[in-house]
Nanobody, 117 residues
């Protein structure tokens, strides 16, 4: 399985971006999909996740600003980011399919999001 993340870029504080993650095969079989991010000098953190049934989970820092969604027909995971802040600057990674270990099985290559004036 290959995951291709895209949509990152440079945006001013208060702006919006939409990240997409295209999967090489059907995402219906993935029990959970998620977005992580890693800022320079910091550990990778979970931003948002969504189950096969559509239940979502968000980090407190992005609640009310980010929306995760999955489009099964297009095999795509998305992250709509609004009211971006400088602290949202990071490399964003998509991930799919949580194993029994609790860890994600598949990872995308990452897309850079920079929030700066």
């Amino acid at each position: 399985v290959q995951l291709q993340a895209s949509g990152g870029g440079l945006v001013q504080p208060g702006g919006s971006l939409r990240l997409s993650c295209a999967a090489s095969e059907s995402i219906i079989r993935f029990n959970v999909m998620g977005w992580y991010r890693q800022a320079p000098g910091k550990q990778r953190e979970l931003v948002a996740s969504i189950t096969r049934g559509g239940s979502t989970n968000y980090a407190d820092s992005v609640k009310g600003r980010f929306t995760i969604s999955r489009e099964n027909a297009r095999n795509t995971l998305s992250l709509q980011m609004s009211n971006l802040k400088t602290e949202d600057t990071a490399v964003y990674y998509c991930a799919a399919d949580v194993a029994r270990s609790g860890k994600y099985t598949y990872w995308g290559q990452g897309t850079q999001v920079t929030v700066s004036s």
